[in-house]
């Protein structure tokens, strides 16, 4: 008898384990069943500022560089007001008072910026003809440049910020200025007075997506004169990474037979204006020819970066 009830303890200790086990895993079903669902993603739009350091300058009210003012001995903050669009994935922070700019990608599942940006502005090209203004001063970020060539004249100036539409799945905000003004000492390189021509650059965020979308509309309400406009921007390079595409260099048109204009980048849009109709030249995937349309609006689209 005594070796019969022995036998009986290990048999009655494992039954103890399987039914621990059974119970235990039921309960983790029943957790995993009753768990709350992952929450939705959501879009959001805030207002915030950012502070930019530049060495010290002044410019006269047409934004010419006032000489002698360029102290580069003594370094100045410059405080921007921002809107900031955010979902998930990004971060996105623009600056419309200072070139309607995007000035700051952030991929929020590595915390990665996508965009370069300059810590110190330090003004440069000084009087040698080049820019519109006779001088220019890289921050950085994408930004509109239109309506002439080497950065066009818009890069300084305030855009004008609205929102477009604002939802839990999607913001969209633009930043617009007219070309209705003119700097009376721009090198002769560039042509006098102004186009009248109006860009819009529509910015949009949805949820649950990585992508940015924006959009560049460029409305021309006197239907004659040529006009220049492309997107200019700079990739900050990740760890390990090969280095950014050329699409962020500027580019000359390449001749075609029929004398149309082309483009191997996908940052690049021409405008040429004449009497009632334009031929508007751009690039997706591939190489699109330009095409003539009597419409008053040239729409170039840029998606991603």
């Known amino acids: ?81 921002t809107y900031v669009l955010e979902n998930r994935y990004l971060k996105v922070t623009l600056v419309p008072e200072f070139g309607g700019r995007i000035v700051s990608i952030i991929y929020k599942p590595t915390g990665h910026e996508q965009l370069y940006r300059t810590q110190v502005g330090v003004p440069y090209g000084i009087k040698d003809g080049t820019f519109y203004y006779d001088w220019m001063m890289v921050y950085g970020g ?28 999607e ?26 021509i109006e860009a819009t650059s529509t910015i949009t965020l949805k949820a649950d997506r990585a992508p940015l979308d924006v959009r560049v509309v460029l409305q021309n309400p006197r239907g004659t004169g040529p006009a220049r406009r492309w997107r200019r921007g700079r990739i900050r390079k990740a760890p390990k990474r090969p280095a950014a595409p050329k699409s962020s260099r500027r580019s000359r048109p390449t001749a075609h037979p029929a004398g149309r204009p082309i483009w191997p980048t996908a940052t690049r849009a021409w405008v040429r204006a004449r009497a009632v109709s334009k031929n508007c030249a751009s690039s997706g995937t591939g190489r699109r020819w330009a095409s003539p349309t009597r419409r008053p609006i040239c729409r170039a689209g840029i998606s991603g970066a």
């Open 1 to 81: 008898m005594a070796i019969h009830a022995s036998s009986l303890t290990p048999v009655r200790f494992a039954s103890a384990v399987v039914l621990a086990t059974v119970l235990s895993v039921a309960c983790a079903f029943c957790a995993v069943v009753h768990a709350a669902p992952p929450v939705p993603d959501g879009v959001s739009l805030s207002e915030s500022t950012i502070i930019w350091n530049t060495v010290k300058y002044a410019t006269d009210a047409e934004n010419g560089l006032v000489s002698g003012s360029l102290d580069a001995n003594t370094i100045v903050d410059h405080t921007f007001k």
């Open 171 to 196: 913001v969209t905000v633009s930043m617009s200025l007219k070309d209705d003004f003119a700097y009376s000492a721009a090198p002769r390189r560039f042509r006098p007075g102004s186009t009248s």
């Open 142 to 169: 994408i930004f509109p440049t239109f309506p002439d060539a080497e950065h066009g004249k818009t890069w300084l100036k305030p855009w004008n910020f609205k929102v477009v539409k604002e939802s839990a799945g």
